[in-house]
């Protein structure tokens, strides 16, 4: 395990991002907003995924320096199309929309279509909150079917993500953010690169049977090698039983086929689909009684007598907040295998080794 500061962690994934071609603002974005998913705890969505977004760019999959397409625009709503750029460049894009709509509006409805892989979706959330406005994000990827649904042991959905964002008056807001599978894609990939194993449940055979080794996702590869999910017969099991998998049925008909990039399919190609609500609270309750009430209502639930002995309820969002602290302090641990493999995609794509970061 190495440890690199954030800092320099941003700067190394955006000059890497800077050679594969992309603009210096674009490549600012993208290593800003996976180094915030490591700094908030999510390594399967921070650098890790570097090689592969250089390798989708590099196979015309994702396209640099896009600018979103209006298809429909509304005083309240609009659908804008990402034809197929950075998700780094057109989710911001998208969600600064939705809040302008949603501040002179008091609510609005934004559907992304087309977007390249926008990551950690609570980034969304906390943008929209830092503005005091709630949101809610369903999303999906289309073309990456991975999730088997509750009864089935072959794969239907995407990993599917689901997010709400409830601002906190002078404190950090609530962000409720996860996959509606039981475990991230990109947590097997970690777990695939010697990272934290995931859990014994969290995938499913043909056969039906449970369990956790990466290679029932992956198939057969290298330790340093890619991975490649359509290669392997299992499939990542739906949390919550028939409730997650309900709930990943709408974020693939919400985010994927109302927002017009489509619902999980094979033969589709890999995009983000996000249907994102904004809802300004100060418009819907002019007595102001909300801040207080969440505030109270944090304080309420947290207050319930612990089931474990040291243990405690946490919030929604704390978990990251706890995580931020702690990772700009001592920096982002990453797996030896993950660190190797973005040097090697560094030198690839013409990052000389003078640009190497020093790790711990
Ligand atoms: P997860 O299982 O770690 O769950 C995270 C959520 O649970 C957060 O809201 C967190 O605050 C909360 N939480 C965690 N521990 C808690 C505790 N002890 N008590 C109370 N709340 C707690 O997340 P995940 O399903 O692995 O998803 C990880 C990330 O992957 C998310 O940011 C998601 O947006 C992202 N994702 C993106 C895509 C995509 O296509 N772009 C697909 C899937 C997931």
Redesign the pocket.
Known sequence: MIHIAAPALRDFVAAIFEKAGCSAAESARIGHYLVS?NL???D??GVVRVPRYVQMKHDGAVVADRELERVVDTPVIAVVDGRFGF?QTVAPAATRIGIEKCKASGLSAVALRNAG??????DFAEMAAAEGLVSVHF???AG?VLVAPFGGVERRF????Y?VGVPRPGQSPL?????T?V?????VLVASQGGKPVPEDALIGPDGRTGNDPHMLYGPYEPLGPRDHRQGEGAIRA?GDHKGSGLAMMCELLGGALSGTGATAPDRPFA?GMLSIFLDPARIDPSLMFGGEVLRYVDYVKSSRPAEPGGE????????ERYRAQRQREGCPLPDDTWQSIVACARSVGVPQSAVPAVR
């Open positions: 998913a908030s705890g999510h399967s969505h998700g892989h926008i990551g950690r979706v609570g999303v999906n990827a990456s995407s990993t599917a993500p997010c962000v409720l953010d996860f996959a599978s475990v991230a894609e990109g947590k949390f983000n309820v946490l919030m929604p969002g704390e978990v990251e």
